[in-house]
């Protein structure tokens, strides 16, 4: 089975990766980056300006696709930067993925995304999975962690120290709300992308894993 991986080089998107060239069953994984990723068997890594996405080609060709993608607004540097990266580049690359062929979709939100959520950042998921639905994937998984518990680099300080509490207080926080590893969230991605059941599956954090 095909492979295209969006956002592999963030903290999902590594294991998702790690995951998918360790699964016998992938026979080749795509991993468009701008920077290049080490070198691996199965594993083909086109560098890519997303600023400058190419709509058609052998990049987008893939059975099913795993999306990763995703940024803060403190590294993006504003909102509209921000969005350029969670809403419109993870519309695009899925858009070009479905147009060559691609049935299978499966892609990280967040707990609690809503279109008419007054968070920036909970609204802007929200119109990203209302977009997605739109592009007519015959399957469409959306995964919606909760805090993610992993090291970044660089470290998101808020992302950071939220996590630290949640591992202290982990006992009395709802299930919905607990942290999640990079790894349970990859699994979840690459179980839902190779099962491609039909319609939209919305899997919430406490059945990540």
């Known amino acids: 089975m095909k492979f295209l ?3 592999a080089t ?11 060239l360790a699964d016998d069953a992938v026979t080749a994984v ?30 987008w060709q893939a059975d ?6 995703g940024t803060t607004q403190k590294i993006a540097g504003s909102r509209d930067a921000f969005r350029r990266v969670d809403l419109d580049l993870v519309i695009a690359t899925a858009a070009a993925a479905r147009r060559a062929g691609s049935a299978s979709l499966a892609v990280v939100s967040s707990v609690g995304a809503a279109s008419r959520s007054p968070s920036f950042y909970l609204r802007t998921k929200g119109e990203m999975e209302a977009a997605l639905r739109a592009l ?6 959306i995964v919606r962690p909760s805090m993610i518990d992993a090291r970044r680099d660089p470290p998101r300080g808020l992302e950071e120290w939220g996590t630290k509490a949640f591992r ?17 969230i990859a699994r979840t991605l690459i179980a839902a992308a190779r099962a491609a059941a039909p319609g939209v599956r919305v899997i919430e954090s406490e059945d990540i894993g």
């Open 30 to 59: 795509i991993a468009p980056t701008r920077r290049p990723l080490t070198p691996a068997p199965k594993l083909t890594n086109p560098l890519t300006d997303f600023a400058a996405l190419p709509g058609e080609g052998d990049i």
């Open 64 to 69: 099913a696709v795993v999306s990763a993608l």
């Open 5 to 7: 991986l969006l956002g």
């Open 168 to 184: 202290l207080f982990a006992p009395l926080i709802p299930a919905r709300y607990r942290a999640v590893t990079p790894e349970q």
């Open 10 to 20: 963030g903290a999902v998107g590594r294991a998702v990766l790690r995951q998918l």
């Open 136 to 141: 007519g994937y015959p399957s469409l998984t």
